[in-house]
């Protein structure tokens, strides 16, 4: 079945610290990557979708300056949480999916994300 | 905007029993998805239903499709403690294809199979 990477799995830092989060597709070449923030016992919250080499599509509400999201290869996408606060803490995960719209997503295991 | 609607929210059964969740949507859909979330973890397609079909199967799973009514079901035959998870419905809207075919997650339902 289609594997996609996601790393880190955690991450801990200080608040105004800059995380980067890696997304890639590994047996497959992923057109759309998307973006999912999920709270605890909440369901997925959708930040972004992105296709590769075009600049992301964000859900609104998200902040554009502050979630960074890259699409610059069929194999790789980041999301980079810049000047990250407490309140972004939380989990995040990707997932990508080949040319055919009506594919299903391919999910990465999540980055559980705190900011002290 | 979240538009699925799942039920129960929590469910706790026997090994052996089966176990079934809805799932209730709001607008018209080009298919229907169920995901699995064990605790920690990203989510694992288990199954995708079109608009057109009625019932889906794989291995012990069941799956409805009632556009009339905007709802479907999730059928788990003979549970094991290992499907023990959350369940997500995701629906595709019409309009997904022009979206980059974003799906639109319901709340979940948080299955519990005891030994």
């Known amino acids: 079945g289609a594997v996609v990477s996601q790393h880190p799995s955690r991450v801990i830092c200080k608040s105004g610290t800059s995380v980067k989060i890696e997304c890639r597709s590994l047996?497959?070449?992923?057109?759309?990557m998307f973006w999912y923030r999920q709270f605890p016992k909440q369901s997925l919250m959708l930040m972004a979708t992105?296709?590769?080499?075009?600049?992301?599509?964000?859900e609104q509400g998200v902040e554009k300056d502050k979630f960074l999201i890259n699409h610059a290869s069929l194999t790789l996408s980041t999301l980079t949480v810049t000047s990250a606060h407490p309140e972004d803490s939380s989990f995040y995960i990707c997932?990508?999916?080949?040319?055919?719209?009506?594919?299903?997503?391919?999910f990465g295991d999540g980055t559980r994300l705190s900011i002290l | 905007s979240q538009q699925g609607e799942e039920d129960p929210q929590a469910l706790s059964i026997q090994e052996g029993e089966n176990a079934t969740m809805n799932c209730s949507y709001k607008?018209?859909?080009?298919?229907l998805q169920w995901y699995r979330q064990n605790s920690g973890r990203g989510l694992v397609h288990l199954i995708l239903?079109?608009?057109?079909?009625r019932e889906k199967h794989s291995g012990r799973l069941r799956v409805t499709l009632d556009t009339s009514k905007k709802s479907s079901s999730l059928l788990i035959t003979a549970s094991r403690a290992a499907d023990t998870a959350s369940y997500f419905c995701?629906?595709?809207?019409?309009?997904?294809?022009?979206?980059?075919?974003?799906?639109?997650f319901g709340q979940g339902t948080e299955l519990s199979v005891k030994p």
């Open positions: 997932s990508a999916r080949g040319r055919q719209v009506n594919q299903p997503q391919h």
């Open positions: 992105s296709n590769e080499g075009s600049k992301a599509t964000y």
């Open positions: 607008t018209s859909i080009n298919n």
């Open positions: 239903i079109r608009s057109n079909e």
């Open positions: 047996d497959f070449q992923a057109t759309t």
């Open positions: 995701a629906t595709a809207p019409t309009s997904f294809y022009n979206q980059g075919g974003k799906l639109i």
